[in-house]
């Protein structure tokens, strides 16, 4: 939950010394909010932990606008990138180039240029035909380029099937079995243009236990060895990806300290006698921005379904949370104003023409009533970015609280806007 989320005297929700009814009226709803100070405390957790020359690394995919590039400047955090929208967001905000890096598992031609002309730090390669065209295109472009490799360890991490990225069946990377990861090396060792620096892992999302992240880390290192001895090549740099979860059940996540001294150990033991240990990075995304955001809507009707099930529904839904949908992801609720009467079970739907659009089942709230405003809490992440127009809804403002104040970081759409970019259609009627 957002450290700036309480009630004041009259028992009303305030985020960041704000009145949440406040904002609803200033800003319509539904309403994404971010709670900068949640922001900047999370960022200093990370970097209080992870002690220099290490590194981290924004995972901007979890959230990303360009008000949110000098936090992290400030917090001597840098961004990772998966598309050619988020490098060109980061660069639009003055994010320097060399504290970027780019990956994902495909990336056009187009991007691939705009991160050759723009001096990105180094990129991330996914697959053999990436390499190829790293190489061509540095080459075209008369540079090199430095290259970490995707490696798959895997590693479950006991999360959702659809949020794990690091098992053997992924679409990410080169698995360590089979030699696919080490053919690999062999090959970006022969490309003139690329410069091989290091590997990268990214095992899943919202992980909850520190034992996936340590054999992650134990896997890359017996492979590091493994390469050394064989093309003795010894990595500079060892990213271990992100994904570290938020409780939102009970369970308690592992804190950055506790990984940061993990990694180090684990890394400074796996490096041979006579090399320098790696550099290691890691990727927080969810651990930053997911407590310090979250959703305000306005309830619109209180049903009956024919099974009993008390449904509250509000403006907003699956356009702007598409997670329970997609993910099965939980959250927790809470009414804006504190009321009366005795606490029920209920179903917060959304307005989406879909029977899935549910944003949080078995809520126990007390009773609400059309125009009545809630909270969706911990939405920072993975809301905003993953937000769509489906039934032409408008996507809601993001707007940002810090100590009494508000700021719009990202304008919502207008619902004129939303066909602004139709076009008629080119016979008669």
């Not at 955090?77 to 504290?99: F, N, Y």
């Not at 024919?306 to 959250?331: K, Q, S």
């Amino acid at each position: 939950m957002a450290d700036t989320l309480i009630r004041d005297n009259e028992g009303v929700l305030t985020l960041g010394g704000v009145s949440l009814p406040r904002l609803a009226a200033r800003y319509g709803t539904p309403l994404y909010l971010m709670d900068v100070a949640t922001i900047r405390a999370r960022l200093n957790a990370w970097t209080a932990a992870v002690p220099a020359p290490n590194e981290v690394y924004f995972a901007g995919k979890a959230f990303l606008c360009r008000a949110l590039i000098p936090l992290l400047q400030s917090a001597g955090v840098g961004l990772d990138v998966v598309s050619g929208g988020e490098l060109l967001t980061a660069l639009a905000a003055g994010m320097p180039p060399s504290r970027i890096t780019f990956h994902g598992n495909l990336k056009t031609i187009a991007e691939m240029r705009i991160a050759l002309a723009a001096g990105v730090g180094r990129v991330v390669a996914d697959s053999d035909e990436e390499l190829v065209r790293w190489d061509r295109l540095a080459a075209e472009a008369g540079r090199s380029v430095e290259v970490w490799l995707r490696l798959t360890p895997g590693v479950d991490p006991h999360t959702h099937r659809y949020i794990t990225t690091g098992h053997v069946k992924s679409k990410f990377g080169w698995p360590l079995e089979g030699g696919a990861a080490e053919a690999a090396v062999g090959r970006a060792l022969r490309l003139p243009h690329v410069r091989l620096t290091g590997y990268h892992a990214h095992i899943g999302s919202q992980i909850l236990e520190s034992r996936p992240y340590e054999e992650t880390a134990e896997h890359m290192m017996a492979f590091a060895r493994a390469m050394h001895t064989r093309y003795q090549f010894w990595p500079r740099y060892l990213d271990l990806g992100g994904g570290l979860g938020i409780s939102d059940s009970g369970e308690e996540a592992p804190t950055p300290q506790e990984l940061a001294d993990a990694f180090s150990g684990i890394v400074t033991r796996g490096t041979p006698p006579g090399e320098r240990v790696p550099i290691w990075a890691v990727e927080p995304g969810r651990s930053v921005v997911a407590q310090a955001g979250v959703t305000l809507y306005r309830v619109g009707v209180v049903k009956r379904a024919g099974d009993g099930t008390m449904y509250v529904v509000v403006d907003g839904g699956m356009g702007d949370n598409i997670r329970p949908a997609l993910y099965e992801a939980r959250y927790r609720a809470l009414p804006v104003h504190m009321a009366s009467g005795a606490p029920a079970p209920v179903t917060i739907a959304g307005r989406y023409c879909e029977s899935g659009d549910l944003l949080v089942e078995d809520a126990v709230l007390p009773p609400l009533e059309p125009d009545d405003l809630l909270v969706v809490l911990d939405t920072g992440a993975y809301g905003y970015v993953m937000a769509s127009q489906y039934n032409r809804v408008p996507v809601p403002a993001v707007v940002a609280v810090e100590d009494g104040t508000s700021s719009v970081w990202v304008e919502g759409l207008r619902w004129d806007e939303v066909h602004a970019r139709d076009r008629a259609a080119p016979w008669p009627s």
